[in-house]
């Protein structure tokens, strides 16, 4: 702390970086081996589920252990790239647990090159958030929140490709 | 215009496929029905021969799902502590083994053995019996209150609010539950949520 300039410095290039790497991400350029991955409580996970703009968000809760998520993942994969530039955007929120995001979690995800941000939510009091996400979500998964600024539809169930695009077209009925 | 119908149709089918599958099941104050349901020793056993029960405490459980192994445990602890109290540990496996195969029959004894489970864990081979309990995941608990009535549903969900680590569970609903049923008052909360695996069902 001997040079507060320098320090300010530092971290105004440290916040840079920080938004850099968002913006990065909103173009859908990120390298996928690079992914840093952001591990949430619900609190933190909630902003997200609360945008309201231009953009249709599907938010896919998942787990590497959980073997009809894993089938459909490719899908929301392909329905990532193939929407970037129609404002149709992927989130893959992870239930692994914590202690295994290194051992488990990265090595899947460059696997399976995964180009939708990966965020975990480590948040034990499920039974709060649970409803809070979707009062008819049991808590098995997958299971998949849809919304935009005009609709918002929650499904506790595996998806095929073209039921997840019905869904895009049914809250985008300009893309058809 | 046709892919739009097309999508609509899709879409209603989804939403009918969802409803159908939600509205099963019991809710608490139903009766639950008796089950006969293979053991891991290979007997036949059902609620109604535990003749001097208050109570059963029935788990939809299964061996791959990593939230069920979480809590093998403290399964274990609570039937030691409440069957001699007259709240026996009945445990289900729901599974399809074609689906979902470290959940066969053959597993189950194996996993019993090296857990030393305390409790019966039964194989519902015909998946008969978790869709009129409605269990979604597992696991997935259903507390039963033995009444002049019958089985009555006092109490369905978690078995508490740390999958990942009891120590930290500061609610530990079932235990409250049963508690509540031994003071002859209705459990509160009487339902809670948990995250779990989907029951593995083969695709018809």
């Known amino acids: ?176 | 215009m046709k892919q739009m119908k097309n999508i609509v149709i899709l879409t209603i089918a989804i939403f009918a496929f969802s409803f159908t599958v939600s509205a099963q099941g019991y809710a608490v104050g139903d009766m639950a029905s008796d089950f006969k349901l293979k053991n891991v020793d290979g007997k036949m056993v059902s609620l109604s021969d535990y003749k001097d029960a208050k109570g059963y405490i029935v788990i939809f459980t299964c061996n791959h799902c990593p939230y069920s192994v979480a809590y093998e445990d403290r399964i274990n602890d609570i039937n030691k502590k409440y069957a001699p109290l007259g709240y026996p540990v009945l445990a289900i496996n729901p599974n399809d083994p074609a689906v979902s195969p470290g959940d066969s029959f053959d597993a189950m004894v194996v996993r019993a053995k090296e857990k030393d489970f305390t409790f019966p864990y039964l194989f519902d081979d015909k998946q008969s019996v978790f869709p009129k309990y409605g269990a979604t995941r597992t696991p997935h608990v259903y507390l039963l209150d033995k009444t002049d009535a019958g089985n009555k549903v006092a109490y369905i969900g978690a078995i508490d609010n740390n999958h990942q680590d009891a120590a930290a569970a500061d609610q530990k609903f079932l235990e409250d539950a049963i508690e509540a049923l031994r003071n002859n008052k209705q459990p509160e909360p009487n339902f809670t949520k948990a995250i779990g695996c989907t029951i593995k069902v083969a695709k018809k």
């Open chain 1, 1 to 176: 702390m001997e040079n507060p300039i320098r320090y300010i410095l530092i971290t105004t290039f440290i916040i840079g970086i920080l938004f850099t790497s968002a913006d990065a991400q909103d173009n859908n350029q990120k390298k996928v081996t690079t992914q840093e991955i952001r591990v949430v409580d619900f609190a933190g996970l909630q902003p997200l589920l609360e945008k309201r703009n231009d953009t249709t968000y599907i938010v896919n809760f998942w787990a590497t252990w959980c073997a009809p998520c894993i089938k459909e993942l490719p899908y929301f994969k392909q329905i990532h790239e193939k929407y970037a530039d129609k404002k149709v955007k992927v989130f893959l929120v992870s239930l692994d647990f914590e202690r295994q995001i290194e051992t488990r979690l990265k090595p899947f995800i460059e696997k399976n090159k995964l180009t939708p941000e990966v965020i975990v939510l480590n948040d034990p009091k499920s039974n709060i958030w649970i409803d809070k996400i979707d009062p008819s979500w049991s808590g098995a998964i997958p299971a998949t929140l849809f919304f935009n600024s005009n609709n918002r539809l929650f499904f506790e169930k595996e998806f095929t490709y073209n039921e997840i695009e019905a869904i895009i077209m049914q809250l985008n009925p300009q893309y058809n």
